[in-house]
């Protein structure tokens, strides 16, 4: 079969699209799909260049998430007949993430555990699935399982022209919340007020946390006026401190992931003065995936893909995700 292969870690060079990769037979309990659709995440950037204390086991194909149809159905599997449409959570609980500790989505088949299977309902295009796990699903767990954003409240995101962000950017909306998008040029500015935003800010040329103040009046420590309500900060580093400075007494500081750095400087004054939240989400579950499924199939949601592309484009979909130069996702149609 065909697969985008990595065979050693570094950059786009090491990765190949092969057409002999060998086709995946299931195993007791396992299930191959037929891969229709495959998103990329910034996680299979680190999978490229490599992670300290990870050992991947090479080559393996790339690709955390994926949607399909079963195309065979092994020993001891209930509940799954050939033909189903599928989408995969990508965590095994045995062995690991899908594209990291086994070959991922990046392929014309793919083999799986049957317990990561989640049914796709009428409505749903299998683009549509595959954007969502570790993005939306994250978001939507962040957001909505958690309970941590009502209506009416001024939620700023960190972040919000790539995956995570534009999840977080609908799901807020979706629930009724005023919305401040930081992103870093007019372009991604100007799409994310097309998806909703209220505002839009370019945190390269404008300090985001004193707009947020001057905005809407400086934090008070014996009232709730002033600030916003809900930071959403999945980047960390110098972003940390400046996220405390403009949360409102009571505030909100949601935190999923810290791609600029996660010992960042802190100032547990803004902590105890305010009263905030620190409120910490860990990847998402079936339940998140299955929620956003039925949000799309109910026409409430709709993922924001960037560009979808043939296998034999994936490394062009990977450069512009490392590159940052994406709205939303990056899916490939094997």
Known sequence: MKALVLRRHGGLDDLEVVKDYPTPQPGDGEVTIRVRAAAFNYHDVFTMRGMPGIKVPLPVVIGLDMAGEIAEVGAGVAGWKIGDRVLVNPVNKKRGLMGEMLDGGMAEYCRLAADQLVAMPAGVSFE????LPVAYGT?????ITHKTVAAGERVLVLGASGGVGTGCVLLAKMLGAEVIACASSAEKLA?????GADEAIDYTKTDWSKWAVEKYGKPQRRSYDGGVDVVINFTGGDTWLPSLRCLKRGGKLLVCGATAGYDPKEDLRYVWSFELQIIGSNSFYDDDLAALMA???AGKIKPVIDKVLPLDGAREGLRLIADREVIGKVVVTP
């Open 128 to 131: 549509d699935a595959a954007a």
């Open 139 to 143: 978001a939507h767990r962040m957001l």
């Open 191 to 195: 799409r994310l007020k097309a998806l």
């Open 295 to 297: 949000l799309i199939a």
